[in-house]
Structure formats: C-alpha cells, structure tokens
Nanobody, 124 residues
Framework: QVQLVESGGGLVQAGGSLRLSCAASGRTLNSYVMGWFRQAAGKEREFVAC????????YYASSVKGRFTISRDNAKNTVYLQMNSLKPEDTALYYC?????????????????WGQGTQVTVSS
C-alpha cells in the first residue's frame, strides 16, 4: 500500500504561482510513476503531469506544458507540481496518484493509489 497526502493548494490570482506537494509513505517508489490529475466542478478528472521515479522522466498534458513542472525529492519521498502563469481554467481539485507499472501514462485507470486532493482556485 502507498499512502498519498497532498498539500499546497489555495486561492491565487490569475498569473500567479502555487506549488503542490504530495508526500508518499508505505513503499519505496523506485519502480513507480507518480502523477497529478485534476477535476473541475462538473467535469471529468483529467491528467496534468507525471514523473517516473527512477529516472525523473516526465510527461505533461498539452494544456499545462510550459507552465507546470513536476519534480520529485527522493530524500523526502515527495512529488511536487510547480504551477506558474495560472489561469482561471486551472481551478480544480488536484489529486496525486501512484502507478506501479513505471510506464508514463495519462490514463487515470492505470494508477493504483490516490490521495484525497487539494483545492486550487484561480481568480480572474
């Protein structure tokens, strides 16, 4: 089992920045891919970004590429999502997830463990 706890969400003005954190516990993550997803009110959950723990390879959704950066800290067993140039359409509940297969993927069903989410609200 892997436990995931997100933090760092909040209210920010358009153009601002936030950094989300996802603290993982329960297993070593060397063979995992860690992902960030988001779900806006009334919409389906969508992929944001993911990172392979073993080599820090990354994959981004086109809607956030160039604005968001995913990274990981091995010593802290934590994954980060640095979000810059935020837009009102980035407003959503952001979830951290872990996939045991080590394949970079944006498919939510491939992920085995999920956190509870952290709310990000971007005002215009």
């Amino acid at each position: 089992q892997v436990q995931l706890v997100e933090s760092g969400g909040g209210l920010v003005q358009a153009g601002g920045s936030l950094r989300l954190s996802c603290a993982a516990s329960g297993r070593t993550l060397n063979s995992y891919v860690m992902g960030w997803f988001r779900q806006a009110a009334g919409k389906e959950r969508e992929f944001v970004a993911c990172i392979r723990w073993s080599d820090s390879s990354t994959y981004y959704a086109s809607s956030v590429k160039g604005r968001f950066t995913i990274s990981r800290d091995n010593a802290k067993n934590t994954v980060y999502l640095q979000m810059n140039s935020l837009k009102p359409e980035d407003t959503a509940l952001y979830y951290c997830a872990a996939d045991r297969t080590s394949l970079l993927t944006g498919t939510a069903s491939r992920y085995d463990y999920w956190g509870q989410g952290t709310q990000v609200t971007v005002s215009s």
